[in-house]
């Protein structure tokens, strides 16, 4: 309603005609530049997009007991929020976001909330908001002591529902503070933002890239805000959230190359640079071997910009057929090209270490270094970094993988065993803890690049003085040398 633009002609007459056409002008143009709110006290004015936006109560920042990072123009709120979301301003440029540009009152409150853009990337969607600092104060009827509330506001959750049916779904986002770093505050406002999984036919965190499609729908949204440790709910107001798949796809690019060496074959089907997140589909097959979890890659431009990036292969329906999406830094204009670094494969080759448990007889708590090698594969040292207890219920051991050579063919790497998306009902344990009174448990393990970490229960050993950890199953990685060229 605030993109209205009026246009006014004037013919010949008298000049008595015309000051009236002129005055009747100026009036339009003071009412359009200040509209009132509903309680006719705050005024709207012309933000930096050309949009009214109602003006904030003036409050005295200096006064502020929270300490809250200023700005002195719209666009330096703009940039406080493309420096956090990646591919925001591209987004923006590709006309991407939606603007509600929708205020609603905080109950109880001296104050409004305003949903400012919202943005759906495809694996999430961003909504932009400010909140009217004099929503945070409070009259103090004596008039002694300060008006302003001693804690930052929380935004609890936001509240989705669909209006042309039930479907509904609460964010939970965990009581966070509106800290200085996720905040700015302009003109007699905090400014943030809240991320939530995006919309599919079953809301939540539990979706796969399949279930994201195009949609332009407007849902009634609502959120519950904690304010001086105060649950608040707001009413709902209607938010346009628009996705558009092809939107988010910058460039497609293809090769007729394949790499082959040993036992290793790559070969990269498509790549799209998107604005939220690129993706490539290749095969990939490994003779008398399992394909690990990740290849570890450089996405290179014309122009010389190195983007590193690990992709994680995600099997598709069609055999040794993977996807995987990646993060470039930015725009990839032109050609584009990717050079291969190293693949994971799976290991069935087992190795074991013993920890003396005498040494934590009587502690509940536990956070030991040691620094010892307890073995080795694939010319790689395992060193025991350190041991965590768990009010003497979990073992945490932390394992550290140093390589002999830095450029060597293979090495041992800590990594996930299981798939991301594999539920803990489907894991299977690959680690396995023996005492020497005969107990024994399973134990979990996962890591990354060069840390390993080994998470078991200590019940069952609770008078055992020495355990046997055995990992079953290793992941090692795979030196490769090649380099696609895609146009």
């Known amino acids: 309603m605030f993109n209205r633009k009026g246009y006014f002609y004037m013919n010949k007459g008298t000049n008595k005609s015309k000051w009236i056409l002129i005055a009747a002008s100026l009036i339009i143009f003071v009412v359009g530049a200040y509209l009132f709110t509903d309680s006719g006290e705050d005024k709207l004015v012309l933000s930096t997009d050309s949009k009214p936006m109602r003006k904030a109560k003036p409050v005295d920042l200096e006064d502020f007991p929270l300490q809250w990072n200023e ?83 929380a935004l609890e959750a936001v509240h989705i529902k669909e209006s042309t049916e039930t479907n509904e779904q609460s964010f939970e986002s965990h009581s966070r503070e509106l800290n200085p770093h996720e905040t700015v505050v302009f003109e007699n406002r905090v400014y943030s933002l809240i991320q939530v999984p995006p919309i599919t036919e079953e809301w939540g965190y539990n979706y796969t890239r399949e279930d994201i499609g195009n949609y332009d729908e407007e849902f009634s949204t609502s959120f519950r805000l904690r304010i001086d440790l105060e649950t608040i709910e707001t009413e709902g107001i209607p938010i346009r959230y628009k996705h558009d798949l092809e939107g988010h796809v910058l460039d497609t690019f293809t090769t007729d190359e394949v790499y082959e060496d040993g036992n290793v074959t790559i070969e990269p089907l498509e ?105 080795e594969a694939y010319d790689t040292d395992i060193i025991l970094k350190r041991v965590n207890i768990h009010n003497r219920q979990q073992m945490d051991i932390e394992l550290r993988y140093e390589p002999h050579e830095e450029q060597q063919n293979k090495k041992l790497v800590g990594a996930q065993v299981h798939r991301l998306n594999t ?22 393990i996962w890591g990354h690049d060069q840390q390993g970490n080994i998470n078991f229960p200590l019940r069952p050993f609770r008078n055992s003085e020495n355990l046997t950890i055995t990992v079953k199953r290793t992941i090692y990685s795979q030196r490769l040398d090649h380099t696609f060229d895609f146009q």
């Not at 591209?90 to 609603?104: C, D, V, W």
């Not at 539920?423 to 299977?428: C, D, F, G, H, L």
């Not at 396995?432 to 979990?444: I, L, P, Q």
């Open 423 to 444: 539920t803990p009902e489907e894991q299977k344990k690959y680690g396995e803890v023996v005492s020497d009174n005969g107990k024994t448990a399973e134990a979990v």
């Open 71 to 153: 700005v002195k123009s719209y666009e330096e709120v703009n940039q406080f929020y493309e420096e956090r979301i990646q591919g925001l301003k591209l987004a923006r440029e590709e006309g991407l976001t939606t603007y509600p540009k929708e205020s609603f009152p905080i109950p109880d409150k001296d104050g409004r909330m305003q949903v400012n853009e919202v943005w759906h990337s495809g694996h999430m969607i961003h909504i932009l908001y400010s909140i009217d600092l004099s929503a945070l104060t409070e009259e103090d009827p004596d008039g002694e002591g300060s008006p302003y509330l001693s804690r930052p506001p």
């Open 271 to 375: 790549v799209n640079i998107g604005v939220a997140s690129s993706h490539v589909k290749m095969r990939v097959e490994a003779e008398d071997e399992e394909i690990g979890q990740s290849i570890q890659a450089v996405i290179k431009s014309e122009e010389g910009a190195r983007h590193p990036i690990s992709l994680f292969l995600s099997p598709t329906q069609e055999g040794n057929i993977y996807e995987s999406w990646f993060h470039p830094a930015s725009e990839l204009p032109g050609d584009v090209s990717m050079e291969l670094e190293s693949i994971h494969l799976k290991d069935e080759t087992p190795y074991s270490f013993d920890i003396d448990m005498t040494q934590f007889e009587d502690e509940r708590r536990v956070s030991k270094t040691f620094d010892k090698k307890v073995g």
